[in-house]
């Protein structure tokens, strides 16, 4: 079942679905700004230590930033991100430990930049998420690919878009495993491996009914 103990991630290449809300539900991110500022936080922390800090990293140029990641070593990743989703009061991210306790320190850097972020920008103190994050564990392939549909499919499922405006979501991960060549937060590649091609997975994430019928499977996992 998920928790919001203190999780100590010991092993290296575990693989855990991550999500927490905002306070008593409230929203988190209320402006494209406030969602874009939570993508660069994720590309940031994603590393365990970087040569500047993250206030000079946001004032780098674009090419000036990609130059920075082609040049950082991948031994000092805390995490793969495999799939995330933004949504207004929440988020998703499936997670693959790359250093030992590396889930932890950077669910842990990620949510206190934006929280101090947020706060800034809308005049408010106190926390912005419910305590803790919560994580459950994934151990088998089934689970793993059932869950990332879970979460490119949450703005579908949870009304915020229609089915056919999801490849125009901004804030997930889907529209990086639809355009091999787009700019990458996630390593799509883990779970595009399961599949013939990307339009099976495309059919797969879209079968309404086969993901109704699963969605029972990993009832426990979900965050609403």
């Not at 290296?12 to 406030?34: A, D, L, M, W």
């Not at 932890?104 to 998420?129: A, E, H, M």
């Not at 089934?142 to 499919?153: A, G, N, V």
Request: proline share 3%; with cysteine; net charge positive.
């Amino acid at each position: 079942m998920p928790t919001n103990r203190k999780f100590v991630f010991a092993n290296e290449q575990i693989i855990y679905h991550v999500f927490n809300r905002g306070v008593e539900k409230r929203p988190i991110f209320t402006k494209s700004r406030e969602y874009s500022r939570a993508l660069e936080t994720l590309k940031f922390y994603r590393y365990g230590s970087l040569p500047l800090k993250f206030s000079k990293f946001l004032d780098l140029a674009n090419d000036k930033k990609d130059e920075l990641w082609k040049n950082l070593d991948d031994e000092n990743v805390l995490v793969e991100i495999i799939a995330f989703c933004l949504m207004p009061n929440h988020f998703h991210f499936l997670l693959k430990q790359k250093k030992e306790n590396g889930i932890s320190k950077f669910i842990s850097n990620f949510s206190n930049s934006y929280t101090k972020y947020f706060n800034t920008k809308n005049k408010r103190v106190g926390p912005l998420l419910q305590g803790l994050f919560k994580a459950v564990f994934v151990d088998s392939d089934e689970q793993f690919i059932h869950l990332s549909r879970y979460i490119h499919l949450n703005p579908v499922t949870s009304y915020l878009i229609k089915t056919e405006d999801l490849e125009n979501y901004q804030w997930s991960s889907y529209f990086e495993y639809l355009v091999p060549k787009a700019e990458k937060i996630t390593s799509s590649e883990e779970v595009l491996g399961f599949f013939k091609s990307i339009n099976e997975y495309k059919k797969f994430v879209l079968d309404q009914v086969s993901y109704a019928r699963e969605l029972d499977k990993i009832k426990h996992l979900v965050l609403e």
